[in-house]
């Protein structure tokens, strides 16, 4: 103690306790943050709002989920051909209601931050990535449009007789697509639902905490099998 009562070793002992303490808050801080980043992701994917999704996004990240508008202006090439936005918006809406099967319920099981890195594990219950992949990809529609063809072929040979061939493919697509919407949300609600492990990787940017990754861990067993 030097004279007066000043003691330094006191004092230093005060400041690094509360530097560490002030540590100790940005981390917790940090953590805070990143998981809800992750957490909001989450719900945006859950309830089919992939415009807000990729608000969480930056990165390798962006080119793996698409937003609503970039699944829409994909068939702007339909629309010039004559096919209708309602028709369009049904296809739309039916491949993300399909996609919402994937996050049906999700939780953050563990958080690791860094200074400018973070990795968050989650697990999600839902049809299985694949087997959404598989069906939106799969032969599908032409089934749908064959049996469509099949049970009604004298309206077809009715509307081709009076209009254009171009014409007759976006009348086709407009009958037909409501048709395999409703169907592809039909075969997917029924397939069985499995626990996925997810690894997401963030990192912190002047826009605070935005996921760069995700990456598909072990499919686990289904519960209904």
Known sequence: ???GGFDMKKLLT?????????????????????KDTTE????????GNLDEATKYLTGDATDMFESREDMRADLKGYEDQGVSNETLDQFVDAQIKAYTM?????????VQVGDDTATVLVTTKGIGMKDWEN???????AEVGSQWMDD???RI???????????YMAWYLD????????????????EPRQTTNYRFSLEKTDDGWKISNVEIGTLEESDDQ
């Open 152 to 154: 009604n072929m004298s």
């Open 135 to 141: 069906m939106t990809t799969s032969g599908l529609s």
């Open 175 to 190: 009958q037909v697509v409501p048709v395999y919407a409703q169907e592809l949300v039909s075969r997917l609600d029924a």
């Open 14 to 34: 005060a400041a690094f306790s509360a530097a560490l303490l002030f540590m100790a808050g940005c981390a917790d801080s940090d953590t805070g943050a990143v």
């Open 40 to 47: 909001s992701f989450l719900k945006a994917e859950h309830e």
């Open 102 to 110: 994937v996050w049906e319920d999700s939780k953050i099981d563990d």
């Open 1 to 3: 103690m030097t004279k």
């Open 157 to 167: 040979e009715e509307y081709k007789s009076s209009h254009t061939e171009e014409e």
